[in-house]
């Protein structure tokens, strides 16, 4: 019976082999346990065929399924409602599934619980909510039509789906407003970034039949006694991006709101779990989620096909020092554009990346300033955690819509969110792990079009990056003059366009992002201070780096370090070193009178090639003994694309 059980789960494909990485997990998922896991030999399937960050994982049905193009006129054999249909097909435009969604549709309208490992950008959104929506459908036929919409109350939810960003959750609601557009199901989002009185009393008003969330609004929503939300005849559940939910900590949340809804022996649910990525925590949270003799994975990506396209040639850049950074982005940026202006070229739109927000609200400055002053030929925009929700919602739909752009980010975009026509992601400093790297790589050659990515790295992140991406086909780019160039070069035209950008920077934003360097730092944050101090001083033209307090950099464990730091440890208002009297003027002989005279001198034996600020790695600006002056990079000449 077992078997039996277990052919029906995996299709009719001879089991294979374990994934050699994959074994550890294997042997805890098989592990003897509580009953709660008596069916974990399922599981180990799951975990042999799936535990896998690029999918080594054997597809689950015929291995050319992954190419099967079925056309949702189809799905009328399947019992799928025509007014859902005619919403595809009419009003979407769509006419033939994506591979992804002929794969995953199917089994998920028979009823079964679906784990799917499926990659962004290959219509996996639709392919959940298509079946999601059926089941609500078919649980209660009325829905079907518009009539219903004046029923709709918000005690009764059928369906809910869960995400990991707010950004996506919207994204996802818009998508499942347009597939009900002929029905009579109403749809509502709960995200955090909003007032929740606000989402209350909206869905109080037009009542709910699909709800979408992020985890911790939810739960927030459904413990409230007196929010009058609740779902006692909930018929599916949809976990998107399970992977990055419970990479960001929403492991306790979901598990909460699993607690707070209907138990499954009361009233039987469809829970699809989608994932792009089946480490050993999805593994676990599917085991606690799906029905033990009732569930199916589905892979929807081939054996041996990398999460990151195979089509996006993938170049990184090695600079010299952290001050080369923008410099580099802009040389790329400009000459992508040019070349975009060639007959037959598609128009640039990229998103650049970067760990932290302050960078980003920096480039967006930047990049404001050469659009104005004319050396920038497209628009930019900007999105960060630190913009309210309708502001980041008004950001992405200008970027969406935009024919050619520039989006500077934080990671707030890197998955799930579907931008069309982006043909560049420019990822600044090494990510913070490799799926972010893969994700935001994902931005781009999306439905099939293609795209290119860069990675562009500053000395102290070489060695981390080779390490977290290894094995990823990465390939060393030392075309771009700017990556080496000394930062005070008068005869490089990007060189000189920094200095004067840093005219334009106030104060508060360039010592938010010089810290913000620090903090989002892996390494040994001691060997960035002469680098940073290079690039504001040598780099942007300003006469001293930011000054910042002394408590800061105990914290940070600089507090020897060659800062710029003030005695008051309680004032930030790093702004002051600029534009005003310098800080030594300031203290009158106090320790920033040292530091000034003692920076000076510094910059002063700097230009004369005796080292300054970057005395520990040979100066920067003149007879700079360190990466482009005389030792390599860490790409150079290797023959091959493995760095």
């Known amino acids: 019976m077992f078997r039996q059980s277990l052919r029906r789960c995996v299709g009719r494909v001879a089991t294979a082999s374990l994934v050699p990485r994959a074994a550890p997990v ?34 689950a049905e015929a291995q050319n399924a992954v190419e099967e193009s079925d056309r949702f006129e189809s799905l009328k054999e399947l019992g799928v409602h025509p007014n859902i249909l005619r919403a595809i097909i009419e009003g979407m435009g769509y006419e033939t599934m994506t591979p992804v969604q002929a794969k995953t549709i199917r089994p998920s309208l028979n009823g079964t619980d679906i784990v799917a490992q499926a990659k962004t950008g290959t219509g996996k959104t639709l392919a959940f909510l298509l079946p999601l929506l059926q089941r609500m459908i078919n649980e209660d036929p009325n829905l079907a039509s518009r009539s219903a919409i004046g029923t709709a109350r918000s005690t009764d939810i059928r369906g809910i789906v869960l995400s990991p960003t707010r950004e996506l959750a919207e994204q996802i609601a818009a998508e499942a407003r347009k597939l009900t557009r002929y029905t009579g199901l109403v749809v509502q989002s709960a995200v955090g970034g909003t007032r929740k009185s606000d989402m209350l009393r909206q869905t109080q008003r037009q009542g709910c039949h699909l709800m979408v969330a992020t985890p911790g609004r939810l739960n927030d929503i459904l413990s409230d006694p007196g929010s009058g939300v609740s779902a006692p005849n909930l018929a599916a559940l949809v976990l998107d991006e399970a992977d990055r939910m419970l990479d960001v900590g929403f492991e306790a949340e979901i598990n909460s ?79 992508e554009t040019a070349a975009a ?107 099939g079009k293609e795209g290119t990515g860069y990675l562009v790295l500053p000395p102290q992140c070489v060695r981390q990056a080779r390490q977290e991406l290894e094995g990823l086909p990465l390939t060393p780019d030392n075309s771009l003059e700017c990556a080496t160039a000394a930062l005070d070069d008068e005869t490089n035209a990007i060189m000189r366009e920094m200095k004067e950008l840093g005219k334009w920077v106030r104060g508060e934003a360039l010592s938010t992002a010089y810290r913000s360097a620090f903090g989002g730092f892996k390494g040994n944050k001691v060997s960035l201070v002469d680098d940073l101090n290079d690039w504001v001083v040598k780099g942007l033209g300003l006469r001293e780096p930011p000054a910042v307090s002394s408590l800061w950099a105990s914290k940070m464990g600089l507090s020897k370090a060659n800062l710029n730091t003030r005695q008051n440890e309680h004032s930030y208002d790093e702004s002051s070193s600029f534009g005003r009297p310098s800080y030594g003027q300031r203290n009158q002989g106090r320790r920033g009178d040292s530091f000034s005279s003692s920076f000076n001198d510094r910059v002063d034996d700097d230009r004369r090639g005796r080292g300054g600020f970057g005395s520990q790695r040979g100066g920067g600006g003149g007879g700079r003994g360190g990466y482009g002056g005389g030792r390599s990079r860490g790409f150079e000449n290797r023959g091959d694309s493995s760095w």
């Open 26 to 59: 294997l042997r805890r998922v098989a592990a003897p346990s509580a009953s709660r896991l008596a069916f974990s030999p399922r599981f180990t399937q799951l975990a042999s065929r799936a535990y896998s960050t690029e999918s080594e994982a054997p597809v």
């Open 341 to 447: 202006e060639q007959p037959g070229a598609r128009p640039f739109k990229a998103i650049v990346y970067f760990n932290t927000t302050a960078l980003v609200q920096l480039a967006g400055i930047f990049g404001q300033e050469r659009r104005r002053n004319g050396n920038l030929k497209v628009p930019t925009i900007s999105i960060n955690s630190k913009l309210t929700q309708p502001q980041r919602e008004k950001a992405a739909s200008m970027f969406k819509s935009m024919r050619t752009g520039i989006l500077f980010s934080s990671d707030v975009t890197a998955r799930g969110m579907d931008f069309p026509d982006v043909t560049h992601v420019i990822q600044m400093d090494v990510p913070t792990d490799r799926e972010t790297y893969i994700h935001r790589l994902g931005r781009t050659a999306r439905q």
């Open 257 to 335: 709101i699993t607690n707070l809804l209907p138990d499954p022996s009361d009233k039987v649910r469809q829970t699809m779990l989608v994932s792009a990525t089946i480490p050993d925590n999805v593994i676990r949270l599917a085991r606690n989620m799906v029905r033990p003799d009732d569930f199916q994975f589905v892979q929807t990506i081939a054996q041996n096909e990398s999460l990151t396209h195979d089509r996006v040639p993938q170049n990184v850049v090695a600079t010299s020092s952290f001050g080369n950074l923008f410099p580099t982005l802009f040389e790329i940026i400009d000459r």
